[in-house]
C-alpha cells in the first residue's frame, strides 16, 4: 500500500464507495491495471486508495475505497486527475474500454467527526452493511451506539467503522454518487475467512430484543461481502 494513503488514512472525512461493473471475466486483469497505472498517481494528488477488493467467486465486480481530507480536496483532485493529469490521458481510455458502468458509487462521511476512521487494512475480509433507514436515521444511530456497537464490541468486533452520506453538492457531475439522506453504512474488517463465517453467526444469534429493534428501524439492509486484495 502507497505511503501517502497510510500516512492519510486517519484524516479521512470524505469517502467514495466505488462499485465497478466490468466485462465479464475482467476483475482480475481490470485489478492488476488500476493498481499499477492509478493508485501512486491518485495518492500523490490527494485522492488516497484505501481498499482495493473483488467479491467472491464473481469475476466482473472491482470495489475499491477512495478518500479525501475534504470535499474542497475531493473537487481539486477529481480536476487534477480526470482533466489535467498525463496519467489518466494516456490510460483512462484502457479502464474504460474495460468497464460497462462505473457509477454506483456512495459518497460518504464519518458519522461522529470527532473520530478519525482509519481505513486501511491487511485483514482478508470486508463487510459493508448498507441500512436505508426511511424517516429513522437518529433512532437507528441511537440504537447502534447504546446497544449494536456495544453488542459487536463484546463479540471481539472492534475493527469497525460507520459512515453517513456526505450531503454537500456533488460539484464534479462528471462523476454520479448516491447521496441518501436515510442511509447509515458501517464497514468491518476480518481477519480471515473463519473469523468472517464465525462473527456472522454471532450476529445472526443476537438477542431478540435487539432484533427485534433493528427489523422495525431499519427499511432496507444491503451487505457486500469483499475480498481484499491488496
Not at 201 to 223: A, F, G
Request: glycine share 4%; with cysteine.
Amino acid at each position: 500500500m502507497n505511503n501517502l494513503a497510510r500516512q492519510n488514512s486517519e484524516n479521512i472525512h470524505v469517502l467514495e464507495i466505488r462499485n465497478y461493473l466490468l466485462k465479464p471475466d475482467l476483475t482480475n486483469k481490470f485489478s492488476d491495471y488500476f493498481h499499477t497505472k492509478f493508485v501512486a498517481p491518485m495518492n500523490e494528488l490527494g485522492g488516497y486508495t484505501l481498499g482495493e477488493f473483488k467479491i467472491n467467486s464473481v469475476n466482473d465486480r472491482f470495489v475499491w475505497f477512495r478518500g479525501f481530507a475534504d470535499m474542497k480536496t475531493r473537487l481539486k483532485f477529481l480536476n487534477d486527475f480526470y482533466c489535467n493529469s498525463a496519467t489518466w490521458k494516456e490510460y483512462g481510455k484502457g479502464a474504460n474500454e474495460m468497464m460497462i458502468n462505473s457509477d454506483n458509487v456512495y459518497l460518504l462521511r464519518p458519522l461522529k467527526k470527532e473520530v478519525n476512521s482509519i481505513l486501511l487494512t491487511d485483514k482478508i475480509f470486508t463487510v459493508v452493511d448498507f441500512y436505508i433507514c426511511n424517516g429513522t436515521l437518529e433512532k437507528v444511530i441511537n440504537l447502534f451506539d447504546t446497544t449494536y456497537i456495544p453488542f459487536l464490541k463484546n463479540l471481539k468486533i472492534e475493527d469497525i467503522t460507520l459512515w453517513v452520506s456526505e450531503l454537500t453538492e456533488n460539484d464534479f457531475p462528471r462523476l454520479p454518487v448516491f447521496q441518501d439522506k436515510n442511509l447509515l453504512v458501517s464497514i468491518v474488517h476480518y481477519k480471515d475467512e473463519n473469523e468472517f463465517y464465525t462473527k456472522q453467526k454471532e450476529i445472526e444469534n443476537m438477542p431478540t430484543d435487539l432484533k427485534k429493534s433493528m427489523q422495525e428501524l431499519v427499511t432496507i439492509q444491503n451487505k457486500l461481502v469483499l475480498l481484499n486484495l491488496r
